[in-house]
């Protein structure tokens, strides 16, 4: 029971991963303009060439948040990955904040700086 309905979800999310490609292909070509757009800004030297990236970039920004069915379509691509790694046993584990400290050498070193200091 547990297969099958992992198997019916799974279906369903790709299909609406599917359906939302074209949306998708919007969001990603609008954060690529979005990307372009703060590149050549930071880059620019004149008053009209900032003025005119920037622009850009807000376009860019605003065609991105226009595009909301693709975070659906980003949500249904998720699902799919997880209901993969979960018919496959495997464990799925979402970075955080929190695993990427312990995983910082810096603040490893400054744990055991502070232990050869006491």
Do not use: C
């Not at 547990?2 to 939302?20: R, T």
């Not at 690529?32 to 009209?48: C, D, E, P, Q, T």
């Not at 003025?51 to 807000?58: E, L, N, P, R």
């Amino acid at each position: 029971m547990k297969k099958f309905l992992l198997f019916a979800g799974g279906v369903i999310a790709a299909i609406v991963a599917l359906s939302l490609i074209g949306p998708l292909a919007g969001l990603l070509f609008s954060g690529l303009v979005v990307a372009l757009g703060m590149h050549f800004y930071i880059r620019s030297n004149s008053k009209f060439g900032k003025v005119f990236w920037f622009t850009v970039g807000i376009i860019g920004l605003l065609s991105a948040i226009s595009n909301v069915p693709a975070m659906v379509g980003l949500a249904a691509i998720a699902i799919v990955y997880v209901i993969y790694k979960k018919w496959n046993n495997q464990d799925v584990q979402i970075p955080t904040l929190e695993s990427k400290k312990e995983q910082d050498p810096f603040t490893n070193f400054e744990k055991e700086w502070s232990n050869l200091t006491k």
